[in-house]
Structure formats: structure tokens, C-alpha cells
């Protein structure tokens, strides 16, 4: 059958990473009308396929050079772009923020999510897992993007300034030595 064919692009493993492209531009579609929630809900069903599409392609021998780098590329929508969009348009859309500043800080971390993922991918081993990933993988990345979220929201931090900051070192954490286990 096609869908367990590894060098099908359209195996069983990459459709699961498809659809967390999908989930990812609904993401987009929900931020741009400002139904947040909803948004925060696309990103995480495409994280919860983000981490099945890895699964499906060890348990069925799907690995491959395409498959890695569409994950990579689904990494990049879902879990860079999506939360730097959620942030903008939920938080600094309207504060009071030197706009070169609030570019720095998210261009910074878009070229630091970007870089991890190009390296991942040239250090990576088609069907290879590590027992531990060194930096923070982009996913564990968006969430800790989407606490920064939930605090600004429940009103537990109230200055733009230090969700930037924090945009910051987390973009600083996805290339660090910090050894993070893999599921």
C-alpha cells in the first residue's frame, strides 16, 4: 500500500506532518481574526501530529531525506512563525514598544528557531534518534512561547518589555548546550 512506502511523499508520516502544516496555517487564519484560543488549540493539534509523524515513521521504516526535511519545514511554520504571530498580534501589536526593538527580538528568534533546525537536519541521521537533544527543540520552544502567552493573558505579567525579553532567551535556549531528553 502507497501510504507505507518510504519514498512516497505522501506516506502515512508525512501526511501526519502535512497536517500539522495544515493545523499551522489554520493557526494563522484564527490569529488573524483574533480568535486566540482557537489558534493556541490549531497549534497544539498540529504539535500533538508534529510528535506521532516521528513515531509513525520509526515504527513503520518510513524515514526519509524528504520526510525530514518536510518536519523541519512544519517545525518552522508551527512552532516559530505561529507563536511569534500569537505574541505579535495578541500582545505587542498595540504596546508601546520601540518598533525596531520588538524586531530585533523577533527576528532574533525566527534566524535562532531556523538555525537549529538547519543543523538538526545536517547532523541528523535518517530514522536515528538521539538519546537527548542538545538546545531546546522548537517545539518545547513554542510552549514555553505559549506560557509566555497564558501569563500575559491571566494577568500575571503585565509589561510587554518582559515578554520580549523572554522571546529572547528562549530564542537563546534553542541553540545553548542544555541537554534536553528525548521522548
Known sequence: ????????????????????????????????????????????????FDIFDGK?????????????????????????????????????????????????GFIFYVIAGLRRLVNFNLKSNVGEVEKHFTGVPTPLGAILLWFAYLSWTSGLISNPLYILLYIVLVAYLLNSKVKIPHP
Open 1 to 48: 500500500m502507497f501510504i507505507f512506502e518510504r519514498e512516497n511523499n505522501f506516506n502515512l508520516a508525512n501526511l501526519f506532518t502535512f497536517v500539522n502544516i495544515g493545523a499551522g496555517v489554520v493557526a494563522i487564519y484564527f490569529i488573524s481574526q483574533e480568535l486566540y484560543n482557537f489558534a493556541v488549540i490549531s497549534a497544539w493539534i498540529g504539535g500533538a
Open 56 to 104: 509513525i515513521a520509526r515504527k513503520f521504516q518510513l524515514s526519509s531525506e524528504f520526510g525530514v526535511q518536510l518536519d523541519s519545514f512544519a517545525d518552522s511554520l508551527s512552532f516559530i512563525i505561529v507563536p511569534l504571530l500569537l505574541l505579535y498580534f495578541a500582545i505587542f501589536k498595540s504596546a508601546d514598544i520601540s518598533p525596531l526593538i520588538l524586531a530585533f
